[in-house]
T-cell receptor, first 116, second 117 residues
């Protein structure tokens, strides 16, 4: 079974600065998807960024980028030019490609605070 | 396009009582998922519907939990009888049916916070 580990329960960053959230995972599969989801205090969880394991290029979405290290099974999220609206719980998630196993396996989350 | 909606947003019940949670997925989404987050822990998968059929129910904790999706539209998750350890936030998510091996994004609802006292 796959597992996802987020070792930072809480992180803090100043507005306009850069922060990196860590995520490691364990799997025996060679192809899979990885995601970062954001859950603001209003509770609706939204997808921030996704990475397909077969792609070597790191995914980027505006101020959000990932550092995907497949051999190390590491998938960190970098938020550049942090804004107050980035304050939220961030969840790292894994999804198999094979068969019908489309469920997401999540980490425990990292709460990000953004300060002035 | 309306998002995934869940009802109620909060529910407080006593141990032994019954609660039914409802999820309305995005229109046209064949896939519907239920997840649960117990305080401070990871979000855990409960089950997955494809239309009205249960594709994967490997995450259902025990037979006190019953999920249905009659007609392949909205889904209900009933807990009967509720126990203290059932407290948590129950999330529903939906996605389009996969095509050509492409996995579509799961859209999440706001969750139902269940407290069993």
């Amino acid at each position: 079974a796959q597992t996802v580990t987020q070792s930072q329960p809480e992180m803090s960053v100043q507005e306009a600065e850069t922060v990196t959230l860590s995520c490691t995972y364990d799997t025996s599969e060679s192809d899979y998807y990885l995601f970062w989801y954001k859950q603001p205090p209003s509770r609706q969880m939204i997808l921030v960024i996704r990475q397909e394991a077969y792609k070597q290029q790191n995914a980027t979405e505006n101020r959000f980028s990932v550092n995907f290290q497949k051999a190390a099974k590491s998938f960190s999220l970098k938020i550049s030019d942090s804004q107050l609206g980035d304050a939220a719980m961030y969840f790292c998630a894994y999804r198999s490609v094979t068969g019908t196993a489309s469920k997401l396996t999540f980490g425990t989350g990292t709460r990000l605070q953004v300060t002035l | 396009e309306a998002g995934v909606t869940q009802f109620p947003s909060h529910s407080v019940i006593e141990k032994g009582q019954t609660v039914t949670l409802r999820c309305d997925p995005i229109s046209g989404h064949d896939n519907l998922y239920w997840y649960r987050r117990v305080m401070g822990k990871e979000i855990k998968f409960l089950l997955h519907f494809v239309k009205e059929s249960k594709q994967d129910e490997s995450g259902m904790p025990n037979n006190r939990f019953l999920a249905e999706r009659t007609g392949g539209t909205y889904s209900t998750l009933k807990v009967q009888p509720a126990e203290l350890e059932d407290s948590g936030v129950y999330f529903c998510a939906s996605s389009r049916q996969e095509e050509w091996g492409r996995a579509y994004e799961q859209y999440f609802g706001p969750g139902t916070r269940l407290t069993v006292t």
